[in-house]
């Protein structure tokens, strides 16, 4: 089965710095990756995903990941933090069920990012 | 406006009382989802439908019952059965078929005592 490790719970930046939020996965074939992002009693947002196409994925709101095939890494950057970037952000892996062609997606555990002014 | 509801935002129930959360989407998307969120835990799967009248369990069904009588609409019944009830669950949908996103909605925090 496909899993995801979200390597920091929370993660702690400054108004205008860089944000990096880490993600490994475990797969036996190319994986789909997702990340989305949950404000607060708010349902998800897509942010971006990977689906075998280029390895540099641009998302919305000046996100971007990487995917690293030889690191099993998807990490998620953005190059200057705003505050409004304060939330919950989940690192996804699709994962085929067997017998049946049907995807389904494993959630990593989240890292909550806190922006100070 | 195209999305996903839920209903209500906030439910509270007495211990042993079945509740039902409803889920509606407009996307005309053939697959919805039922997913349990606790804090520290990311999101589990509940129960998940490929296409109407059909549904399979997901990772934690026990004490849950689902229908999927139309396409747009998928409910989620939580039983006197389950035996920590409260928390935020979360309804989506997807088109079928590989690396499609799904689409989430709104969430509905339930509390039992």
């Known amino acids: 089965a496909q899993s995801v490790t979200q390597l920091d719970s929370h993660v702690s930046v400054s108004e205008g710095t860089p944000v990096l939020l880490r993600c490994n996965y475990s797969?036996?074939?190319?994986?789909?990756l997702f990340w989305y992002v949950q404000h607060p009693n708010k349902g998800l947002q897509l942010l971006l995903k990977?689906?075998?196409?280029?390895?540099l994925v641009k998302g919305i709101n000046g996100f971007e990941a990487e995917f690293k095939k030889s690191e099993t890494s998807f990490h998620l950057t953005k190059p200057s933090a705003h505050m409004s970037d304060a939330a919950e952000y989940f690192c996804?892996?699709?994962?085929?069920?067997?017998?049946?062609?049907?995807?389904?997606?494993?959630f990593g555990t989240g890292t909550r990012l806190l922006v100070s002014p | 406006d195209g999305g996903i509801t839920q209903s209500p935002k906030y439910l509270f129930r007495k211990e042993g009382q079945n509740v039902t959360l409803s889920c509606e989407q407009n996307?005309?998307?053939?697959?919805m989802y039922w997913y349990r969120q606790d804090p520290g835990q990311g999101l589990r799967l509940i129960y998940y439908?490929?296409?109407?009248?059909?549904?399979q369990k997901g990772d934690i069904a026990e004490g849950y019952s689902v229908s999927r009588e139309k396409k747009e609409s998928f409910p989620l019944t939580v039983t006197s059965a389950q035996k920590n009830p409260t928390a935020f669950y979360l309804c989506?949908?997807?088109?079928?078929?590989?690396?499609?996103?799904?689409?989430f909605g709104p969430g509905t925090r339930l509390t039992v005592t």
């Open positions: 996307l005309n998307h053939d697959a």
């Open positions: 439908s490929q296409i109407v009248n059909d549904f």
């Open positions: 990977y689906t075998s196409a280029a390895t």
């Open positions: 797969s036996s074939y190319s994986p789909s």
């Open positions: 996804v892996v699709s994962d085929l069920v067997m017998n049946t062609g049907f995807q389904k997606l494993v």
């Open positions: 989506a949908s997807s088109a079928t078929g590989y690396s499609y996103e799904q689409y």
